[in-house]
C-alpha cells in the first residue's frame, strides 16, 4: 500500500494525528529530500527508515518502490512540503502504481494553494490551480490562453521570478486585474500582499530582494470589483506584525 502523508509548509505543528500514525506504522518512509524530512521525523520522535524519491531519480526509484510494494511493503511517500503530487514529483509514483494495479491512499492535509485562496478575498466557489507557469517554451501562449478565464486563478512561483511573473501576467490579463501574493504561509513572516498586477509588480520591483515561498492568486474575469479592493496601492497584512 502507498500512502500521500502530506507534511507541513512551514509550522511544524500543521500534521495530522493520522498522518504521524501512517508515518509511523509503514515500513518505509520515501522523501524528497531525506535532509528536509530528517527534520519534521525527529521532532516527532519518528524512526521509520527512509529513502529519496525526487524528480532526478523518479523513474528509477518508482521501479523500485513498487517492487517492495508488491512484495507487501507499506510505504509513505512525502515531499519537503505540502502534499505529495501536487507539483511534487508524487505524480509519477502514483501513476506508475495505478498502472500496476496496486493500491494508493492519500490523506488528507496541508497544500500551499488552499490557505492562499481561502484567505485572499478573492472568489473561491471555482478556481483553477495552474501551478509553476513555464518558465520559457509554452509561457506566452499559456499566458493567452488564461486571459479569459472566469474563475480564479491559482499559481506557484519562486521569489527571483515573481516581478517577472507579476510583469507577464498584468501585460497578459491587464494591469487592473486584481491580485494576491500569500507569501510564507504558516511560517513567522507569513504575510498577503493584496492588489493590482500592476501595484503588486511595482511593490515587489522595489524590493531589494524577495524570499520565501509564495502563492500567486488572480481574479479570474468574472469577477466584479469589490469597492473595498485596493486597486490604487498594495495592501500588506501580516499575520505577526513586527513591534514597532
Ligand atoms: N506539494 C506542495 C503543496 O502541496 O503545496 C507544493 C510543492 S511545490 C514544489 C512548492 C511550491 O509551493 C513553492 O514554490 C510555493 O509556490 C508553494 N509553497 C510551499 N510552501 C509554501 C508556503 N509556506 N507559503 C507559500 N507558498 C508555499
Not at 83 to 101: E, H, K, M
Not at 143 to 151: D, F, G, K, Q, T
Request: hydrophobic share 40%.
Amino acid at each position: 500500500m502507498l500512502y500521500l502523508v502530506p507534511t507541513p509548509i512551514g509550522n511544524l505543528e500543521d500534521i495530522t494525528l493520522r498522518a504521524l500514525r501512517v508515518l509511523r506504522e509503514v515500513d518505509l518512509i520515501a522523501c524528497e529530500d531525506t535532509r528536509v524530512s530528517a527534520r519534521l521525523l525527529k521532532h516527532y520522535g519518528i524512526t521509520t527508515p527512509t529513502t529519496s524519491y525526487h524528480a532526478h531519480n523518479e523513474a528509477r526509484k518508482a521501479l523500485e518502490l513498487i517492487g517492495r510494494l508488491k512484495a507487501g511493503s507499506r510505504i509513505a511517500l512525502i515531499t519537503d512540503a505540502g502534499t505529495p503530487g501536487i507539483s511534487d514529483p508524487g505524480f509519477f509514483l502514483v501513476r506508475a502504481c495505478i498502472q500496476q494495479g496496486l493500491p494508493v491512499v492519500a490523506l488528507p492535509g496541508p497544500t500551499a494553494f488552499v490557505p492562499a485562496l481561502a484567505a485572499s478575498g478573492l472568489p473561491t466557489d471555482r478556481f483553477v490551480f495552474e501551478g509553476f507557469l513555464p518558465s520559457k517554451k509554452g509561457r506566452q501562449k499559456r499566458l493567452m490562453a488564461l486571459a479569459e478565464e472566469p474563475r480564479t486563478l491559482v499559481f506557484y512561483e519562486a521569489p527571483h521570478r515573481l516581478v517577472k511573473t507579476l510583469d507577464d501576467l498584468a501585460q497578459a490579463f491587464g494591469d487592473s486585474r486584481a491580485a494576491v501574493v500569500a507569501r510564507e504561509l504558516t511560517k513567522t513572516f507569513e504575510e498577503l500582499a493584496r492588489g493590482t498586477l500592476r501595484t503588486l509588480h511595482t511593490y515587489y520591483a522595489a524590493q531589494p530582494r524577495i524570499r520565501g515561498e509564495l502563492v500567486l492568486v488572480v481574479a479570474g474575469t468574472d469577477y466584479k470589483s469589490d469597492p473595498h479592493w485596493p486597486c490604487d496601492r498594495v495592501q500588506v497584512t501580516a499575520a505577526f506584525p513586527p513591534t514597532p
